[in-house]
């Protein structure tokens, strides 16, 4: 089992100031740290950041002291940046599950003035908490990997200009995340942005990347409106196509209605992340969806490494 040391137990108890060291802190289930400014009801309630980078960046001359980039736990001896997310971390008498690798930096901090660069966005990971307990300076952390047959994880994004403005209320979205979940999916995140391709890109690279989701499924933005960008912006962040999916969602739904042939989605594969475009409608998500999840599995299995392909049967189709 890998292990470290926590070097450090940090806290912050107002926004926007430096976190400093208090050596003890009380970790709780929906709630994160007890009297840190950013303790909620969130997927990031505790930041992590391994003593060896920071480290290696002070040699540079940064001359940073715990806490300075944001970070909750400085921990030896562990690089989390190698760590797949769903992995658990027990550490005092508390339990953590990170969540999620690096953090878009939105405003550039004094580090990152002064140095040019600055490791949390890159190499910090948080942690939601799974147990409530204590976590002290000098404890041991020990990283317990995910299980190969854990639930799939997924994600939802809804494209619309209407719904994120607050004047439409989202059907699409709710209905695709209560299909996902009937079928065995862990749904980590639902949110609805704009048809702005760049807002688009930035969350599915974050989804797919720091997030680490199986699966993310759009709704909307696949019509040929000047404004539906969404399968330009799916494609600008994949690695590879995968056009089948998107292939067979249009065959099936031309067997409902020959304006099918006018959506424009696409399915694509980023990292180990498998992204498929679905029309706006909650009744086309529920159709897409049903015509595609029997098949899914196999390939999301795949994707993580824990399913071989198979080779196609005599005599049957792909």
């Known amino acids: 089992m890998m292990t470290g040391i926590v070097k450090a137990v940090c806290i912050s108890e107002k926004k926007g100031t430096e976190k400093h060291n208090v050596d003890r802190v009380h970790v709780k289930p929906r709630h994160g740290i007890e009297g ?13 950041l391994s003593y060896d980078k920071v480290k290696a960046f002070n ?20 690089d989390f940046k190698s760590l797949p997310v769903g ?25 990152f003035k002064r140095m040019g660069e600055c490791i949390m966005p890159h190499e910090g990971v948080f942690a939601q908490v799974n147990k409530e307990g204590d976590i002290s300076v000098g404890d041991e ?31 699409s979205g709710p209905a ?36 680490q989701a199986d699966l993310v499924v759009t709704s909307g933005g696949t019509g040929f409106s000047m404004r539906d960008q969404t399968p330009e912006a799916t494609l600008a962040v994949a690695d590879r196509s995968a056009p089948g ?15 099918a042939m006018l959506s424009r989605g696409v399915s694509v594969i980023r990292g180990k992340t498998l992204i498929v475009n679905l029309p706006g409608s909650p ?31 005599q005599g049957k189709g792909v």
């Open 283 to 313: 009744g086309a998500v529920k159709e897409s969806l049903e015509f595609i999840l029997d098949s899914l599995p196999h390939g999301l299995e795949i994707l993580r490494g824990t399913a071989a392909e198979c080779a196609r049967p």
């Open 176 to 211: 695709a995340k209560a299909i996902l979940e009937a079928a065995g999916f862990r749904v980590v995140e639902s949110l609805i942005v704009p048809d702005e391709p760049a807002v688009l890109k930035t969350q599915l690279k974050r989804l797919a990347d720091g997030r």
């Open 36 to 48: 840190d400014a950013h303790a909620g009801n969130w997927h990031r309630q505790v930041s992590l």
């Open 245 to 259: 999916i998107a292939e067979y969602i249009r065959y099936r739904s031309m067997e409902l209605t020959s304006r």
């Open 87 to 111: 992995c658990r971390f027990l550490v005092g008498t508390a339990e953590l599950e990170m969540t999620q690798i690096g953090k878009e930096c939105h405003s550039h901090c004094a580090i």
């Open 141 to 171: 952390l020990a990283v317990v990997f995910p299980e190969p047959d854990r639930p799939f994880t997924a994600a939802v994004i809804t494209v619309s200009d209407k719904g994120a403005r607050g004047e439409r209320a989202d059907e």
């Open 59 to 78: 040699e540079k001359g940064a001359n940073v002291g715990h806490g300075a980039f944001g970070e909750n736990l400085v921990v030896e001896g562990i």
